[in-house]
Structures are given as structure tokens and as C-alpha cells.
């Protein structure tokens, strides 16, 4: 895969959240016909509970298509991040530190690790610095987190 015009990294953070942003791109570029084939199949939460996705609409309380709806009818991110607090309950700072570290650090030494390494290997990116699925987007889609080293931003 190669860049995507319009698709910013998981590690960029609206608000508190990393990922939630890159969903909220990932919804308009579908609207707009830009998204990937091979990105559409992981949007939303109903098609598998362990995609970022589905995750972040759990942590937030809030259902897809309502997100999907509101960002669809224009609203900035930092206000559809504002209403889903509102929607599904608001989050600590603790909560949110949490979730941006659980989702940052996915795949380095957990269950989805041998998955991890596994696309690592049919993507062709073996022997880069790949140790989370936030790495491997980010090499997949032409940027270097291992240079940039985002992490240490959050």
C-alpha cells in the first residue's frame, strides 16, 4: 500500500485520542470513493471486535453509524469528539492515557503479536522496525514511525 491522501497516521491525536481522527478519515474518504478497497472492510463495529474501529466506538459508548452520520454531516473532529463524551459518557484523562497506550502498543508482546508478524512478512516490511499494528500502518502507508518516533508525542 502507499499513501493516502487525506489518511492521517493512528498515532495523531484528536483531543486526548490517538485513532480516532484516522476513523473519522477513513469515513469520509468511503463517502467520497478514496478509501482503499482493502480499508473497507475494517471500518466500523460490527465486522470484527478486535479492529481499531470497533474498539474506539466501544470506548467511546457510542455506535458507528451515529459517529459515521455526524461526520458525514460535516462536524470537525474536535467537536464529534466533544459530542461522543457527551453521547457515550465522558473519559478521564487516566481513561483516555490508557486507551492511547493500549491502542499505541497493540501487538508488541500480546496476543495479536504472531498476527502482527505475520502481515509484517506478506507485506514485504520484514526487517524494518515494525513492533506495533500502529507501526505497520504507518510503514504500510509510506511514513516512518521508527524516525518520527510519534510515541513519545503522547
Not at 467520497?32 to 481499531?52: Q, W
Not at 460535516?74 to 459530542?83: F, H, I, V, Y
Not at 459518557?89 to 503479536?113: I, P, Q, V
Not at 521508527?146 to 503522547?154: G, H, I, T, V
Request: aromatic share 12%; charged share 30%.
Amino acid at each position: 500500500m502507499a499513501s493516502v491522501p487525506g489518511l492521517r497516521s493512528c498515532y495523531d491525536q484528536v483531543g486526548r485520542l490517538v485513532f480516532f481522527g484516522r476513523m473519522l478519515d477513513k469515513i469520509r474518504l468511503h463517502a467520497a470513493g478514496r478509501l482503499p478497497p482493502e480499508y473497507v472492510e475494517n471500518l466500523g463495529d460490527t465486522t470484527e471486535p478486535t479492529f481499531f474501529d470497533a474498539r474506539c466506538c466501544r470506548f467511546l459508548r457510542v455506535p458507528y453509524a451515529e459517529i459515521r452520520a455526524r461526520a458525514l454531516a460535516g462536524r470537525p473532529d474536535a467537536e464529534l469528539l466533544a459530542w461522543a463524551h457527551e453521547r457515550g459518557g465522558a473519559r478521564t484523562d487516566e481513561e483516555c492515557y490508557a486507551w492511547n497506550m493500549f491502542l499505541c502498543k497493540r501487538g508488541w508482546r500480546d496476543a495479536s503479536a504472531p498476527a502482527l508478524q505475520r502481515r509484517v512478512a506478506e507485506l514485504g516490511l520484514a526487517g524494518r522496525d515494525i513492533q506495533t499494528w500502529f507501526d505497520l500502518i504507518d510503514f504500510d502507508e509510506g511514513r516512518d514511525p521508527a524516525a518520527s518516533r510519534p510515541w513519545e508525542k503522547l
